[in-house]
């Protein structure tokens, strides 16, 4: 149990395009969301925490015009990158957690997105 | 929100057991601990939780002491397909945010 996937998991656009990227919970009903960017050689970077039927928030320093994030139901949340540039090229993760006490997380297998 | 600080890495040989310990001094009450082992190009794996004392499960155990303000992951008999990065998560209510991780390096 407890799936998260991803799609696409890798994609290739060119500089000024908008891509999206979809994160559904298989198996369970997610409450909340998590969107992670991660470079080569470093550590999951949190983006922003999406609950279902509300605004995501934002962690300093992310552009929220930049990355949208919908979480329309409890098993789909999508990120997209308005206007992709070169340097929005890293692996991007998301994670899911059904309600409950003990806050476990569940993570997607990653979606490499490159920017030509 | 609980930062935790690990080693930046290990190594082990094949057969051995590890233990990677992690320090989080500011828990609060309700969180729990979690470990995850990542490998390139993939998203993390859940390996195991815990809120205090001992959980085992197939792949590995976890021991928290009694002020939680830390936890040890236990491998037992690591293999070389063991070879990767794992990190502890601080899991609450609220947010989570991952430390640097510990990669493990299995030798033969």
């Known amino acids: 149990g407890a799936v998260v996937s991803q799609h696409p998991s890798w994609v290739i656009c060119k500089s000024g395009t908008s891509v999206k990227i979809e994160c559904r919970s298989l198996?369970?009903?997610?409450?909340?969301m998590f969107w992670y960017r991660q470079f080569p050689k470093q550590s999951l970077m949190l983006m922003a925490t999406s609950n279902e039927g509300s605004k995501a928030t934002y962690e300093q320093g992310v552009e929220k015009d930049k990355f949208l994030i919908n979480h329309a139901s409890l098993t789909l949340s999508t990120l997209t990158v308005t206007s992709a540039h070169p340097e929005d090229s890293s692996f991007y993760i998301c994670?899911?957690?059904?309600?409950?006490?003990?806050?476990?997380?569940?993570f997607g297998p990653g979606t490499r997105l490159t920017v030509t | 929100l609980a930062k935790t600080t690990q080693p930046i890495s290990m190594d082990s040989y094949e057969g051995q057991e590890v233990n990677i310990t992690c320090s989080h001094n500011?828990?609060?009450?309700?969180?729990?601990i979690t470990w995850y082992q990542q490998f390139p190009s993939q998203g993390p794996r859940f390996i195991i939780q815990?809120?205090?004392t001992k959980v085992t499960n197939e792949v590995a155990s976890l021991f928290i002491p009694a002020d939680r303000k830390s936890s040890t992951l236990s491998l037992p008999r690591v293999s070389l397909s063991d070879t990767a990065v794992y990190y502890c998560?601080?899991?609450?209510?609220?947010?989570?945010?991952f430390g640097d991780g510990t990669t493990l390096t299995v030798k033969p």
């Open positions: 998560l601080v899991a609450s209510a609220g947010k989570s945010t």
């Open positions: 815990g809120y205090k």
């Open positions: 500011n828990i609060a009450t309700n969180d729990y």
């Open positions: 994670s899911a957690r059904a309600g409950g006490t003990t806050y476990e997380q569940y």
């Open positions: 198996d369970f009903q997610a409450t909340t």
